[in-house]
T-cell receptor, first 111, second 116 residues
Framework: DAKTTQPTSMDCAEGRAANLPCNHSTISGNEYVYWYRQIHSQGPQYIIHGLKNNETNEMASLIITEDRKSSTLILPHATLRDTAVYYCIVRGPDSSYKLIFGSGTRLLVRP | GAVVSQHPSRVICKSGTSVKIECRSLDFQATTMFWYRQFPKQSLMLMATSNEGSKATYEQGVEKDKFLINHASLTLSTLTVTSAHPEDSSFYIC????????????FGQGTRLTVV
């Protein structure tokens, strides 16, 4: 079973920041938080991952709370092409490094 | 990011026949590959994990004799759906990772299987 909880859907205006929350209150100390997204009828695309420090790459930023029980994925300037289902996944050795997908958040970027 | 290629992207087969789906890591050695299936409007469901050179580990409820997985090399894993039935129609997706580590896993583009 997925160890994360995400809102079913969100929307934001094009050009604005999209902030996608994720709860993972049962995360263990050696588990990382991963974010993937899936555009319709394609394989998931890796976005970012982190353990406890905030992370940033060319796609997004990942903010993890100090207690590690939740995180937020930030797309700084959302475009129409960012419309997708976003999955927050907890992964680590305790779960044999498997990527177990929950139901994700459907993000709609409005023109 | 690394490239994972899945083939075919789309296949239609008759009931009772078998279908093989290939998953290749093109620019890295994938010691671990994951196979998923996805029904319309649902999330990805993990079917099995395969490690190069050893038998695949199947998730609970997945029939190992129906979904045969072979991971004979560091760049290729195959999923064979045997004696396919219409209820096996689904979107099958593979993912490849460099070993049992926390490096990112990359996904293929998926295979849409339709059994008629």
């Amino acid at each position: 079973d997925a160890k994360t909880t995400q809102p079913t859907s969100m929307d934001c205006a094009e050009g604005r920041a999209a902030n996608l929350p994720c709860n993972h209150s049962t995360i263990s100390g050696n588990e990382y938080v991963y974010w993937y997204r899936q555009i319709h009828s394609q394989g998931p695309q890796y976005i970012i991952h982190g353990l406890k420090n905030n992370e940033t790459n060319e796609m997004a930023s990942l903010i993890i709370t100090e207690d590690r029980k939740s995180s937020t994925l930030i797309l700084p300037h959302a475009t129409l092409r960012d419309t997708a289902v976003y999955y927050c996944i907890v992964r680590g050795p305790d779960s044999s490094y498997k990527l177990i997908f929950g139901s994700g958040t459907r993000l709609l970027v409005r023109p | 990011g690394a490239v994972v290629s899945q083939h075919p992207s789309r296949v239609i087969c008759k009931s009772g026949t078998s279908v093989k789906i290939e998953c290749r890591s093109l620019d890295f050695q994938a010691t671990t590959m994951f196979w998923y299936r996805q029904f319309p409007k649902q999330s990805l469901m993990l079917m099995a994990t395969s490690n190069e050179g050893s038998k695949a580990t199947y998730e609970q409820g997945v029939e190992k004799d129906k979904f045969l997985i072979n991971h004979a090399s560091l760049t290729l894993s195959t999923l064979t759906v045997t004696s396919a039935h219409p209820e096996d129609s689904s979107f099958y997706i593979c993912s490849a990772s460099q070993g049992r580590t926390l490096t990112e896993a990359f996904f293929g583009q998926g295979t849409r299987l339709t059994v008629v």
